[in-house]
């Protein structure tokens, strides 16, 4: 009977120490699904992102090469986390998308102090350009401008030391060094038809690999305020005005005799306010012209305005139009459009559509080419 009593009596006194021992790693949904162990040393996450989209492309002038297409414009899983320690992180992006499947991001992060300083290596998006910044679930038309797909925004090889600029703390910068050759065509690229109709081959997007060691440098500089989501175009929070402003610039250098040469600055800002929301930006580069890296000229400017409202929570109408120029006068391209977005789950899954006209004039003349877009797009 003694020892019976004993027995209960450790058993019940033992029981608040095994209730507060983890027994197992926790797991759910925030931003994506998640396991981690009880420190939260190990995390894992494990995002997706679809977009089915389809094109029609119609040249005012000759009717008959109008183009239709539909695609999985892009499908995305993302693992990333943390390993070891909350301060080493990391991610893997893998994408299937017009007909490729190619690894888009792969980079490790250390956080020496997290959201102050910060140590990125791999493979992810240059700092350069305020749209290009903005993922692609969290865009207000089915797709970027003509204005970012025209300067040098992209995926790079590279390092950088940054404060965690996607989360929008009150001061923003980024500043890093980068190969500067895997926005180049690869030799196994696809030639394709782009969302404006020209011809061109899909490398910039399938190359994880320089070609042509160009070394990049690449700097940004921002500050936000209001708790604004800075890198989100549709303003599903609502409420007083928040808004950002920031500055890129990009220095190309050339070590061969390849011309890549270029300097590039770019100034953008975004405004918030109950539902209402405004971003522009202004990009000008120079590019080489003669045998030095630095021996360079003017080049083009880029000019980029948008505006959207979301209305009842649900529907999202936007405007953009950009635009590209020679600054020699030889050439100039305008993008007008106008969407609506039905939105599900803040901005998680959409119904989009987008039309409007790409006006080009050069030394062949003017040409204006329609286009209307539709797109679905589920992201969890």
Known sequence: MRATFAFVAVTLLSLPTLADEPSAPGAGYKDGFFVQSPDQAFKLKVRGLLQLRGTALVPLDDASASTLTAAVHRAQVDLGGNAFTKQLGF??????????????????????????????????????????????????????????????????????????LDKSPGIEWSVGAFAGGTDKPAVSAKVIAGDDGALGLDGAKISSVPGTLTPTFVGRFGVNFGDVKGYAEVDTDGGAPRGAVAASALEAVELGDGERGASQV?????????????????????????????????????????AGVLLLDLWHPALRYDLVTELDGSAEKHEIAAALSLLFFKQNVQLQLDGGALVTRDVDGLRTDARLRSQLVLAF
């Open 266 to 306: 770019e100034v953008d800002g975004m405004l918030k306010l109950y539902g209402v929301d405004l971003s522009g930006a202004m990009f000008l580069s120079a590019a080489q012209q003669g045998a030095g890296s630095f021996d360079q000229g003017a080049d083009r400017l880029g000019l980029h305005a948008q």
């Open 91 to 164: 991610l893997l992006k893998i994408e299937h998308g017009q007909g490729f499947t190619f690894v888009k991001d792969a980079f490790v992060n250390y956080a020496f102090v997290p959201g102050v300083l910060e140590l990125r290596a791999g493979q992810w998006k240059r700092p350069f350009s305020r749209q290009e910044l903005t993922g692609d679930a969290r865009q207000e038309l089915v797709e970027r401008g003509l204005v970012n797909s025209s300067f040098a925004a992209g995926r790079d090889v590279g390092v950088a030391l940054h404060d965690d």
